[in-house]
């Protein structure tokens, strides 16, 4: 090691040192700042009446199933880690736990009845005790830790679970449950930071399935309700899965290969993920709600008396009312599943902030309207999600009116006392409820897709995001990660592995998500699908809400020279889509057509916004008639705080790319097919939009800008 890096590194001590607020390591002081170059491996092997028995584990685990090396080894090398390192006293504790549970014959290693479970339990005491922060992530000191109660790391341990902080009261910490010691915390080694913790970091390793089906069992209150009649669906298979095995497989043995530079292409390189796991969202009333609306004791109610309250609610009254109660088509079964949605969802991932109006991550206050649409599982519906500076929260359903004319703000200015929406209240995250699957937000109030949510979704815009119709992108940990590594990550195409349920990928496409980290790119959300090679990609639409005449729409931001052409086919019959209007020219701008040959203007009509805004609305109306429109209001273009909006950039327009009549019960396909031989050239995919005739064709209150 050179000595220049070595001053560093005492500098960095000595600096910590003197501005490190709150926790103080009080374990042999004297060796924190004696200018040691102790590894996080080295300072827990110098206090041994603290953490032998972590380091024993240490010792003895090794960091995968197809690797040797141990996790004491990469934690005397170089890295980024956060320890969570239980004391001796800690890991008897939990022994103890598993002793008094029938898990071993007594509390200590020697209790164990076979080594499978030896090496599980070992596994479970080492795995989520650290988060890896790689080459570029800094360890988390307790000032890096998220502020809000319940939240999650925003890294993953190595269990692949996401940590919960909790501050039960003013200078108290725990992690999943497990208090972190007052004083010994921010310990700083060259390596990471490690914090001492009194008791074992453990999430439960069940599923969600598992969960509401020893809440069954054991007659528990609280969502005793929601779990039969979870049950009573046939749910429970499907919420007891986290892992595609098969992928597992297929990633271990080298087959799902990352993509590398190839020749004739460009820059094509991305990693593949790892794993692909499944993961749930609950949204469940209470057992205090049911007893209050059926006025039994919760274990005392059937699903006989639940089906009789939605009855008299009139609550699907389409649906059919029979015992089949696994059909999509059955009352139960579509009033159950509207409840979840098939990705895992933590409350500061519900509505995704970044870059629009006004909004900061740094101090993470909600400014303008902000909203997600989720398509819920079961018969696929739309969920909508909003926060605002003035919802007071998250809120399911809410229908607000907003300010939104050209010079307005496009804050809430009211909301009608039918068109709130449910409160979504903190998830259940601790004890039995960290399962590793699935999160269970409970419901003070009933929630249904009923026919006034169906016409309010009519009755507005639905913006996504392309990567929220995605479940896989979420579960994985992928979607809007800016502190993700790697930046740009590889899809396999649909012959090597269909990753994703919704999207159909042809070979030898190269197919990737852009997250965003580290660059101030034009994108909704910062981010975007990018795609190159004989592009040839199709995707399942989400629901629209009601019967009517929709226009679909596709963002194209043309910052660059190499965006590519491709033609559209749009139907319900996936194999048999047919071609929609004009190939659509991603190298199009409001200004600018961008190609090989040259730079030509573009004809689509845009102008900037003048102090008039009937000469502005002149202009939109001439863009539309050409099929385009200008961007988005609402978002800034590139990083946060910029103050040129998307509306004001001619590098970002949108296509309607069709406008046809669809159905709510009706599945859709959107495809699309390169018609350039050029293989170098790249299709890009930020959001599209929903906009039902009522909303684009109003003669009474014209579409807003934003």
């Known amino acids: 090691m050179s000595h220049g890096f070595t001053f560093r590194i005492i500098i960095f001590l000595v600096?910590?040192?003197?501005?490190?607020?709150?926790?103080?390591?009080?374990?042999?002081?004297?060796?924190?700042?004696?200018?040691?170059?102790?590894?996080?491996?080295?300072?827990?092997?110098?206090?041994?009446?603290?953490?032998?028995?972590?380091?024993?584990?240490?010792?003895?685990?090794?960091?995968?199933?197809?690797?040797?090396?141990?996790?004491a080894q990469i934690l005397s090398a170089r890295g980024n880690y956060t320890v969570f390192a239980p004391t001796n006293e800690a890991v008897q504790a939990y022994l103890d736990t598993l002793a008094a549970k029938n898990v071993i014959d007594e509390g200590s290693w020697d209790g164990f009845r076979d080594s499978t479970t030896l090496d599980s339990i070992r596994k479970v005491i080492v795995y989520n005790s650290i988060i890896d922060g790689g080459d570029n992530i800094k360890a988390y000191g307790t000032q890096e830790f998220p502020t809000d109660n319940m939240a999650e790391f925003p890294l993953a341990n190595m269990y692949d679970r996401k940590l919960i902080v909790e501050y039960p009261s003013a200078g108290k910490i725990k992690v999943n449950g497990a208090p972190v010691h007052e004083k010994n915390c921010d310990i700083l080694a060259i390596n990471g930071v490690i914090h001492c913790t009194t008791a074992v970091v453990a999430p439960s390793n069940n599923t969600l399935g598992y969960l509401l089906n020893a809440?069954?069992?054991?007659?528990?209150?609280?969502?005793?309700?929601?779990?039969?009649?979870?049950?009573?669906?046939?749910?429970?298979?499907?919420?007891?899965?986290?892992?595609?095995?098969?992928?597992?497989?297929?990633?271990?043995?080298?087959?799902?290969?990352?993509?590398?530079?190839?020749?004739?292409?460009?820059?094509?390189?991305?990693?593949?993920?790892?794993?692909?796991?499944?993961?749930?969202?609950?949204?469940?009333?209470?057992?205090?709600?049911?007893?209050a609306e059926i006025g039994k004791e919760p274990t005392d109610i059937?699903?006989?008396?639940?089906?009789?309250?939605?009855?008299?609610?009139r609550?699907?009254?389409?649906?059919?009312?029979?015992?089949?109660?696994?059909?999509?088509?059955?009352?139960?079964?579509?009033?159950?599943?509207?409840?979840?949605?098939?990705?895992?969802?933590?409350?500061?991932?519900?509505?995704?902030?970044?870059?629009?109006?006004?909004?900061?991550?740094?101090?993470?206050?909600?400014?303008?309207?902000q909203y997600e649409y989720y398509t819920t599982m079961g018969k696929r519906r739309l969920m909508k999600f909003l926060e605002s500076a003035e919802s007071d929260g998250v809120k399911i359903n809410r229908f607000p009116r907003i300010d939104n004319s050209r010079r307005g703000t496009y804050h809430e200015i009211g909301c009608n006392p039918d068109c709130v929406g449910i409160p979504v209240n903190e998830p259940e995250v601790l004890g039995q409820f960290n399962v590793r699957n699935g999160i269970i937000y409970p419901l003070d109030q009933l929630l249904a897709y009923t026919q006034d949510v169906r016409d309010n979704l009519h009755k507005e815009r639905i913006r996504w995001d392309i990567t929220a119709q995605f479940p896989e992108f979420m579960n994985n940990d992928l979607r809007l990660q800016y502190y993700h590594r790697p930046t740009r990550t590889g899809i396999p195409t649909s012959i090597v592995y269909p990753y994703l349920d919704d999207c159909w990928i042809a070979d030898d496409n190269y197919f990737f998500y852009y997250n965003g980290y580290n660059e101030t790119m034009k994108n909704y959300q910062g981010d975007e699908l990018n795609i190159r090679g004989n592009v040839d990609v199709t995707f399942r639409l989400p629901p629209v809400p009601a019967k009517g005449v929709y226009e679909l729409r596709f963002n194209i931001q043309s910052d660059g020279y190499n965006r590519g052409m491709v033609q559209f086919y749009w139907g319900h019959d996936r194999d048999r889509?047919?071609?929609?209007?004009?190939?659509?020219?991603?190298?199009?701008?409001?200004?600018?057509?961008?190609?090989?040959?040259?730079?030509?203007?573009?004809?689509?009509?845009?102008?900037?916004?003048?102090?008039?805004?009937?000469?502005?609305?002149?202009?939109?109306?001439?863009?539309?008639?050409?099929?385009?429109?200008?961007?988005?209001?609402?978002?800034?273009?590139?990083?946060?705080?910029?103050?040129?909006?998307?509306?004001?950039?001619?590098?970002?327009?949108?296509?309607?790319?069709?406008?046809?009549?669809?159905?709510?019960?009706?599945?859709?396909?959107?495809?699309?097919?390169?018609?350039?031989d050029d293989r170098t050239r790249e299709f890009y995919v930020d959001y599209l939009e929903y906009c039902p005739k009522e909303v684009y064709d109003n003669p009474e209150t014209p579409e807003d800008i934003w």
């Open 577 to 676: 889509l047919a071609a929609m209007g004009i190939p659509m020219d991603v190298r199009m701008s409001g200004l600018e057509r961008r190609t090989t040959a040259g730079t030509f203007p573009s004809g689509v009509g845009w102008e900037p916004d003048a102090e008039d805004d009937d000469t502005n609305a002149e202009v939109d109306k001439k863009m539309r008639n050409k099929g385009f429109m200008k961007g988005a209001e609402l978002y800034c273009d590139g990083g946060q705080g910029l103050s040129i909006m998307a509306r004001a950039d001619p590098l970002i327009i949108r296509r309607v790319i069709l406008r046809e009549q669809m159905e709510p019960d009706k599945t859709y396909y959107l495809r699309f097919k390169t018609v350039l």
């Open 302 to 313: 059937t699903v006989e008396d639940v089906l009789d309250y939605l009855r008299k609610k």
């Open 15 to 71: 600096s910590a040192s003197l501005i490190m607020m709150g926790c103080q390591e009080t374990v042999d002081v004297t060796n924190r700042y004696v200018f040691k170059e102790y590894t996080v491996l080295d300072y827990l092997e110098k206090h041994p009446d603290t953490y032998s028995q972590y380091v024993q584990l240490l010792h003895k685990v090794p960091m995968s199933k197809i690797s040797k090396t141990t996790v």
């Open 315 to 369: 609550i699907y009254p389409e649906a059919t009312d029979d015992n089949n109660f696994r059909s999509e088509d059955n009352l139960l079964n579509q009033f159950v599943t509207y409840h979840f949605l098939p990705m895992r969802l933590a409350a500061n991932r519900l509505v995704l902030h970044w870059n629009e109006k006004g909004y900061t991550s740094r101090n993470h206050v909600p400014t303008v309207v």
């Open 215 to 291: 809440i069954i069992a054991g007659k528990q209150r609280g969502y005793y309700v929601a779990a039969m009649l979870t049950k009573a669906v046939g749910m429970f298979d499907t919420l007891s899965k986290y892992r595609d095995d098969v992928y597992e497989d297929l990633y271990e043995r080298g087959l799902v290969k990352d993509f590398s530079h190839t020749s004739g292409i460009g820059y094509t390189y991305g990693a593949v993920p790892e794993h692909r796991n499944y993961g749930y969202t609950f949204f469940a009333e209470t057992d205090d709600f049911w007893q």
